[in-house]
Each structure stands twice: as C-alpha cells, then as structure tokens.
C-alpha cells in the first residue's frame, strides 16, 4: 500500500531502478521482462476480446517494454505487429535483447510512415520513457497524432508518450490513453496537470523489487490515502455538546454574492462544525437564513461591527463572494489582524495578492491557477507547466499550509526537510462548476473549527470535497453537478460506518 501513495520524480525512479540492477544484483531484462509481463496481463483483462495489437516502440528502454509485449502476444498466438521508430538495428542494451526476443517469438516488424493504417484491435504507446527530453518531434509526433486520430485503446508504457513525469504537463503531440500501466514507483506527474485527462486508468507494478531498494531515496510526493483516517474524525462521546466542535465564521457574499458564503457556511456545517456564523451583507441575510435556519447570519456594514464575531469564533473562512470594494478590503484587514487560524480563498487572495507586504503566517490558501498566479506575479502558463513547483513556491512565500486546487489538488505545507506535498486523486470534472471552491473553504474551516490541525484539515478536507463529488457523480452524473449537491454526501462521508 505505501509504495502506491509514495510519489517520486523521473530522476528517483531511474535511480531506484539502478540500484535493483547494481546492488540487488537484478539485471535490467529481468525487470524489462517483469514490466512486458505486467503490461501484457493488464491488457489482456481489459481487452480480452481483442484481436489484433500494434506496438509502437521507440529506441529506449520504454521500447524495450513493447518488445517484450508484442513478444508474450506472439507467443499466445495473438496477431500483433511492432512499429519501430527507431530502427531496430541501433538498438542497444536491455533494449536489443528484447527486440531479439520480440524476433525470435515471429512478430513483424515496420518502420512508420504516412501509410500506416490503423484500424481495428489495441494500441500499445512504447514510444518514449521518463528519459525522453523536450517535446516529441518528426516522426515520433506523426506517430502520436496518428494514435490519437484511430479511436482505438491505448495501453501506455510507465507514461503517455509526451506527458512530463514529474509536472504533469503535456507536449502538444501527447498520447491519450485508455489505460497507464507505470513501473518501479509511481511518478507524480501522473495525477496532476493534464495527466488526468491523459493517462485513462492509472495502474502501477513495482517489479517486485525489495523493499530496501526504496529505503535511501525519500519520495518526492505522497499520494492521499483515499480511505479516511478515522482518527481525525473519532467517534463523539455521548455527552457531546455544540462547544466541543468550534465555532466557524465565514467572511463574504459582497451584494450579488451571497450564494458563495451561503455555501462555504453550509458545507462547514456539514462536516460537522458546531456553530456557524456568517458575516456578510445586510442584503444577503434573509435569503441565507430562509435557505438554511441552523446559519447565524449577521449583516456587516463595517469591520467595527466584525470584532464581536471574531471574539466569538474559533476559526474563519474568509474570502467566498467577499468582492475587492472597499467593504471587502476593511473586512480583510481586521480579519488578518486577529489571531484566529484563517481559510483564505477566492477574493480574499486577490485582495492579498495586491499586498506587497503580506507577512508568512499559519493559515491556509486555498487558489485555483489565477489566483495562485496573481499571488506569484507570474501567468497561468506558468502555474500550470509545473504545478508542484508552484505550490511549492506559495508555501514558501506564504507559509502556513496551501491548496492548489485543480485536476489533481495539491497540498503543500512545512515539513522537517521542508515543504511537502500531498496529492488528491480523487474527484471527475463534474466539479468544474460555479461554487466548488466556497464548499472545500468551508469544508476546511469545518474540519479546523473540530480540532484538526491545519495541515490535516485541508489535506482531510481536499478528499472529502473530491470524494462527494465522486459520489454525486455516481449518483447523477458529471455533468450539471452543482457544488450544493456534495452537502449530503459529505455528511455521509464524515460518519463512516
């Protein structure tokens, strides 16, 4: 189970697998062959009924890992066939051997060229490995656009061919798997960034490699556990009371915007916060308390009037609907001079993105890519080429814990050897709609408002957010979720039964 949630870059994965062959003594076509053999049982559950297989190899060890496919297919009477783009005749080392290997099993091979068709049965991408560099290009981007153009399945080696390893990010000429078998450790990039949407099904073999192997070298990342650590949430003594669970207070719902406090409040309520107050317009008060009575919503015309509630309170989330007016930015201000852990999201990061003077402090952040890229004065690009260095970077200029949310949310906040990074696998587009982000805020100063640390809370508070949405995904479909369809799902999901 550790070696599934334990992430690691290109660079550690090469290295882990040079110290199986160097120090444990197991030479490199003895793994080539375990990961040939792990792909080819993959694809024969997935696509039993196929009956023909063209893998595409390139000249690296990636290439390698489709001869030996192709070979076990020939050996099971499959029709298969191998498209070389590099030819065979320069192959070298672990690479040739299984190339003869592929030969003396009776597969045919074939360069590429514009006439290849592709029609019918399974597509296997060998094409390039975590040591490729750069963008595909020539014939090896021809190949990729002709993949993706057939509509057929694709089983993808260690990683789709032009997906970077270790950032998530996507060349233009990139594979669209079905399917992502990975070998010997499982690669950060492929659960953030366009890796979603690149990789289909992501499995992962580790070659049966000793455990020691993976002693001396420290993971880049760690993947969240998708079972929910009961000691977080325990179960509540008998004689429980509102008090023992904290007070949240929500900041936010600038006029025209009071849905997004109304959210953020409800789904703190939700996770199980004792008490939740909202301070918000005077214009947004009877529609929150008409939707939901249980909210204590107080209209703000000041941030005099905000001392009270802040005295009050155990935790705020600041930042749902807030605006950037000058009634947002005096709320703000006496929010940050108080000494309350803070949820910052939404407005409230624009507004701290615009001072220049922002001091490092225990909260969390919780941006999408704009607002972190307003926060790190960069573009969007930028956030999204290498999102665990951007998260990384908020951390450090911010301090306290961050969430980067998107396609696989990060979580990044100080550790003993410096900043960590946890990441969400959970979650479907579905929750790419108006609202999401208010309901993790309040999810997060929810769980905050109970005890939990911070660092914990949002890290516990990106699954449960990602996790109800999977269950209203499977209850309605992705498509027209709205963020309030999550509220009765993350109630089931804090009473685990």
């Known amino acids: 189970m550790e070696r599934q949630l334990n992430l690691?870059?290109?660079?550690?994965?090469?290295a882990l697998d040079r110290?199986?062959?160097?120090?444990y003594g197991l030479p490199g076509i003895?793994?080539?062959?375990?990961?040939?053999r792990a792909a080819w049982q993959a694809l024969r559950e997935r696509w039993p009924e196929a009956k023909t297989l063209t893998v595409f190899c390139g000249g690296g060890n990636n290439g390698g890992d489709g001869y030996i496919v192709a070979a076990l297919a020939a050996q099971q009477k499959r029709p298969v066939r191998i498209v070389c783009l590099a030819p065979p005749e320069q192959l070298t080392g672990d690479a040739a051997l299984a190339c003869q290997f592929a030969r003396d099993a009776?597969?045919?091979m074939q360069g590429f060229d514009d006439g290849l068709v592709l029609e019918g049965g399974v597509i296997v991408d060998a094409l390039l490995g975590t040591g490729s560099r750069g963008a595909p290009r020539g014939d090896y981007a021809a190949a990729i656009d002709r993949i993706n153009a057939s509509g057929l399945p694709v089983l993808a080696l260690d990683l789709p061919s032009g997906l970077d390893a270790d950032t998530g990010h996507a060349a233009a000429a990139c594979i669209r798997a079905t399917a992502t078998i990975t070998f010997i450790a499982l690669k950060r990039g492929l659960l953030t960034g366009r890796a979603p949407a690149l990789t289909g099904e992501l499995l992962y073999?580790?070659?049966?490699?000793?455990a020691d192997v993976f002693a001396g070298i420290a993971p880049a990342a760690r993947r969240i556990a998708e079972q929910l650590p009961n000691h977080l949430l325990p179960p509540r003594a008998a004689d429980a009371h509102k008090g023992h669970f904290g007070h949240v207070l929500v900041i936010g719902g600038d006029l025209g915007m009071g849905g997004a406090a109304a959210m953020a409040a409800e789904a703190a309520a939700r996770t199980g916060a004792g008490l939740v107050s909202v301070a918000t317009r005077a214009e947004n008060v009877p529609a929150i308390v008409t939707r939901r009575p249980e909210l204590m919503a107080r209209g703000i015309q000041s941030a005099i009037e905000l001392e009270g509630l802040l005295a009050r309170a155990s935790v705020v989330a600041i930042g749902p609907g807030l605006g950037?007016?000058?009634w947002s930015q005096h709320l703000l201000a006496a929010t940050l001079a108080s000494s309350l852990p803070l949820v910052v999201d939404a407005d409230a990061l624009n507004l701290i993105a615009d001072m220049p003077d922002a001091l490092p402090r225990e909260w969390v952040l919780t941006p999408h890519p704009g607002e972190a890229a307003r926060l790190l004065r960069c573009s969007t690009g930028e956030i999204q080429a290498d999102r665990f260095a951007a998260a990384e970077r908020l951390q450090q200029r911010f301090g306290g814990t961050v969430v980067l949310k998107g396609a696989g949310s990060l979580v990044a906040s100080a550790g003993t050897g410096g900043c960590e990074i946890a990441v969400c696998s959970a979650g479907n587009p579905g929750m790419a709609s108006g609202g999401m982000g208010d309901v993790l805020s309040g999810v997060i100063a929810g769980l905050i408002a109970q005890g939990l640390d911070p660092a914990d809370a949002a890290e516990l508070g990106v699954l449960l957010h990602a996790r109800a949405a999977d269950r209203a995904a499977a209850a309605s479909g992705e498509r027209g979720m709205l963020a309030s369809d999550l509220f009765p799902h993350l109630q089931g999901l804090v009473n685990p039964r």
């Open 8 to 14: 690691y870059t290109a660079a550690q994965s090469r």
């Open 19 to 23: 110290i199986a062959i160097e120090q």
């Open 30 to 36: 003895v793994l080539m062959k375990r990961a040939g």
């Open 106 to 108: 009776g597969v045919a």
């Open 205 to 210: 073999d580790d070659l049966q490699l000793p």
């Open 324 to 326: 950037k007016s000058e």
